[in-house]
C-alpha cells in the first residue's frame, strides 16, 4: 500500500536554531515528491517538486533534498515567519495524478 | 490573476441536511481534486475529475458527491449519510505538466451543529 509518513509531528525551534523535517514515503514507483507549506485555516502552498534521488531545491532558508526512501526538508536559521504546517506528498507512477500525502509537521519558530 | 476560488469559507449544517461546496478554478486546469483535512491526518481523496464529465471514487466517497459539468467547475455535495462531515475541505487543480503538483483553494471549514 503507497504510504507516506511525516516526522515528527511537531517541532518547536528557537529563532535561528536550524533543524530537519523528514518524510518517508513507500510508492509504487515514484513520479515525484512534493512539499507544501500551510498556514492555519488556508490551503497547502507549493514549495518544491523533487524527481530523483540525489536531487535538492532550495528557497530561502529552506532545502530539500530526496533519496530513495526519504525526503528531508531542511530549516536554516528560521525565523517566526516560517511557523506552518509542512506537508510532503508523493506521487506514484500509477497513481493517474493523485498525490498521497503526510499527516505534516507542525513547526513553531519562537523569538 | 489564476487560481481556486472555495466558498463559502465556513459552513453549518445541521443534521439530516444536505450541502453544496463550490470550487471554480481559472487555471484552465483539467483534473481537479477534493480533499478532507482532519486534525492530525493526512489530506484523504474523497473524489476526483480528469475531464469533464468524467469523476472517479477517492479513498473516502461514501456520503459525498460531486459533479463536473464544466472544466472551470467543480462542486462537492455532503450528504446526510455522510456521518462526521465536520472538517476542512480543500478543493485542488492540476494541469499543464504538473509540475507543481497541485494548485489549492483555501478551503471551506464545515461544521455539524
Known amino acids: 500500500e503507497d504510504q507516506v509518513t511525516q516526522s515528527p509531528e511537531a517541532l518547536r525551534l528557537q529563532e535561528g536554531e536550524s533543524s530537519s523535517l523528514n518524510c518517508s514515503y513507500t510508492?509504487?514507483?515514484?513520479?515525484?515528491l512534493f512539499w507544501y507549506r500551510q498556514d492555519p485555516g488556508k490551503g497547502p502552498e507549493f514549495l518544491f517538486t523533487?524527481?530523483?534521488a540525489g536531487e535538492e531545491k532550495e528557497k530561502e532558508r529552506l532545502k530539500a533534498t530526496l533519496t530513495k526512501k526519504e525526503s528531508f526538508l531542511h530549516i536554516t536559521a528560521p525565523k517566526p515567519e516560517d511557523s506552518a504546517t509542512y506537508l510532503c506528498?508523493?506521487?506514484?507512477?500509477?497513481?493517474?495524478?493523485?498525490?498521497?500525502f503526510g499527516a505534516g509537521t507542525r513547526l513553531a519558530v519562537h523569538p | 490573476d489564476g487560481g481556486i476560488t472555495q466558498s463559502p469559507k465556513y459552513l453549518f449544517r445541521k443534521e439530516g441536511q444536505n450541502v453544496t461546496l463550490s470550487c471554480e478554478q481559472n487555471l484552465n486546469h483539467d483534473a481537479m481534486y477534493w480533499y478532507r483535512q482532519d486534525p492530525g491526518q493526512g489530506l484523504r481523496l474523497i473524489y476526483y475529475s480528469q475531464i469533464v464529465n468524467d469523476f472517479q471514487k477517492g479513498d473516502i466517497a461514501e456520503g459525498y458527491s460531486v459533479s463536473r459539468e464544466k472544466k472551470e467547475s467543480f462542486p462537492l455535495t455532503v450528504t446526510s449519510a455522510q456521518k462526521n462531515p465536520t472538517a476542512f475541505y480543500l478543493c485542488?487543480?492540476?494541469?499543464?505538466?504538473?509540475?507543481?503538483?497541485?494548485?489549492f483553494g483555501s478551503g471551506t471549514r464545515l461544521t455539524v451543529v
Open positions: 510508492v509504487s514507483g515514484l513520479r515525484g
Open positions: 506528498a508523493a506521487e506514484p507512477s500509477g497513481g493517474y495524478n493523485k498525490l498521497i
Open positions: 523533487l524527481y530523483s
Open positions: 485542488a487543480s492540476r494541469g499543464g505538466r504538473g509540475i507543481s503538483g497541485y494548485t
